[in-house]
């Protein structure tokens, strides 16, 4: 019964895996549409969106069928909990890049400013990055890994932030175009939030390994 169940979820690893690549590369899409203003870009990202729904729900009843039938419990038991929360964070996330590419509507026609191209891609680059490690880190139960994602979000915020007042004194400086900065606001606070989401995964990766709930400041 353990080797079968050991099988089973190898398996949903490599699918929690594939959902995992698929968002992560249309984040990056997402970040990629609005950064050079593509609309091409942007419209090839809700398609793409639409199968990692369907993997989602794949993958959430692959986990309950393994709950049900082995009945795992310990560290087994813990992953399985994990890996449904992780996969509903996942769609989340996809939910997101739709709505970063979204975006793009409200900035066609201008080009992107210098000083707001960079450092949004580059609080792309870190929320994905972050993202990427908490993927590892859970399918690898690595829980120091998980805790430095914990650690990164904290630059994430300082980003956003300071694009934030990026944005106050771009529209200071050009108060007519107020739908404009708030189409980059919109954008930057998507890639905030999926920083947040991949701290989520971190925080459950840790429950799984230790059994030591972080969220919400406790551990």
């Known amino acids: ?63 309950l069928k393994i709950l049900a039938l082995h009945q795992p419990v310990a560290v087994d038991l813990r992953f399985l909990i994990a890996a449904l929360k992780m996969n509903n964070d996942l ?21 992107t400013p210098a000083v707001l191209d960079q450092p949004f891609r580059e609080l792309g680059e870190k929320a994905r990055a972050m993202l990427r490690q908490s993927l590892e880190a859970l399918m690898e139960l690595n829980a120091g890994d998980a805790r430095a994602v914990l650690e990164a979000d904290d630059a994430v915020d300082d980003g956003y932030f300071r694009f934030v007042d990026l944005l106050k004194e771009q529209l200071g400086a050009d108060p007519d175009q107020g739908g404009y900065y708030f189409g980059w606001l919109m954008a930057a606070k998507s890639v905030e939030r999926v920083a947040d989401l991949a701290t989520n995964i971190a925080e459950d990766t840790i429950y799984t390994v230790e059994g030591e709930i972080v969220r919400h400041g406790q551990g």
């Open 91 to 111: 769609e989340r996330i996809g939910d997101l890049a739709v709505n970063i590419a979204g975006v793009q509507k409200r900035l066609a026609g201008r080009e």
């Open 1 to 63: 019964m353990k080797i079968h169940l050991q099988r089973e979820i190898d398996d949903l690893k490599k699918e929690l895996f594939h959902v995992s690549s698929l968002v992560e590369e249309n984040f990056k899409l997402a970040i990629r549409a609005v950064s050079t203003n593509d609309a091409d870009l942007a419209g090839q990202v809700k398609p793409k969106d639409r199968e990692i729904d369907r993997l989602e729900v794949e993958v959430e009843e692959n986990c």
